[in-house]
T-cell receptor, first 114, second 114 residues
Framework: DSGVTQTPKHLITATGQRVTLRCSPR?????VYWYQQSLDQGLQFLIQ???????AKGNILERFSAQQFPDLHSELNLSSLELGDSALYFC?????????????FGSGTRLTVV | AQSVTQLDSHVSVSEGTPVLLRCNYS??????LFWYVQHPNKGLQLLLK??????LVKGINGFEAEFKKSETSFHLTKPSAHMSDAAEYFC????????????FGAGTRLFVKA
């Protein structure tokens, strides 16, 4: 157990729907990062939050949004889902705002859009 | 701009033989470099990190990596492969200053034959 908790582990939903993925960072970590992993695109950085504030944005679609709450857990909202959104979504956390200390990853949420 | 290239998409070794996973990077500054391992259906786990201290870095499970600035390389090695080492390995570069970015390589799949 890495200390980063992601729920749910698996999610199957239909095109056009909206889902919410949840992440609780490791105790003491203030930064949360979201990544999408697919076979064709590899590991893509989506967004980072630090202590409740957005810090960096990667290849995140406008249909996707995220937030980090006062208790530091984070949610990734995916809407108007398309078949191509099927992927593994990872959350990672770190103590620092900047990424040169390494991350602790959760075990991911596997999203299947049918 | 920074980048990271993992030179082999697949590496196959026999159990008990050495492992070499190659990584070259490009960075305008003094980068932090990492190797992560991902076992099937699992999250990524930090193997080791280089952050401008000793150039030979020892990690978990007998892995080590050497930072060679002149060659812009950070190759991952292990003297003797074990079946449990079969996984995907990611080389990661994190640039600084002023806008920390973390770039993941495309990954190298390690196969270990009995």
């Amino acid at each position: 157990d890495s200390g980063v908790t992601q729920t749910p582990k698996h999610l199957i939903t239909a095109t056009g729907q909206r889902v919410t993925l949840r992440c609780s960072p490791r105790s003491g970590d203030l930064s949360v990062y979201w990544y999408q992993q697919s076979l064709d695109q590899g590991l893509q950085f989506l967004i980072q939050y630090y202590n409740g504030e957005e810090r960096a944005k990667g290849n995140i679609l406008e249909r996707f949004s995220a937030q980090q709450f006062p208790d530091l857990h984070s949610e990734l909202n995916l809407s108007s889902l398309e078949l191509g959104d099927s992927a593994l979504y990872f959350c990672a956390s770190s103590v620092a705002e900047h990424s040169n200390y390494g991350y602790t990853f959760g075990s991911g949420t596997r999203l299947t859009v049918v | 701009a920074q980048s990271v290239t993992q030179l082999d998409s697949h590496v196959s070794v026999s159990e008990g033989t050495p492992v070499l996973l190659r990584c070259n990077y490009s960075s305008s500054y003094s980068p932090s470099l990492f190797w992560y391992v991902q076992h099937p259906n699992k999250g990524l786990q930090l193997l080791l990190k280089y952050t401008s201290a000793a150039t030979l870095v020892k990690g978990i499970n007998g892995f080590e990596a050497e930072f060679k600035k002149s060659e812009t390389s950070f190759h991952l090695t292990k003297p003797s492969a074990h079946m449990s080492d079969a996984a995907e390995y990611f080389c990661v570069v994190s640039d600084q200053p002023g806008g920390f970015k973390t770039i993941f390589g495309a990954g190298t799949r390690l196969f270990v034959k009995a």
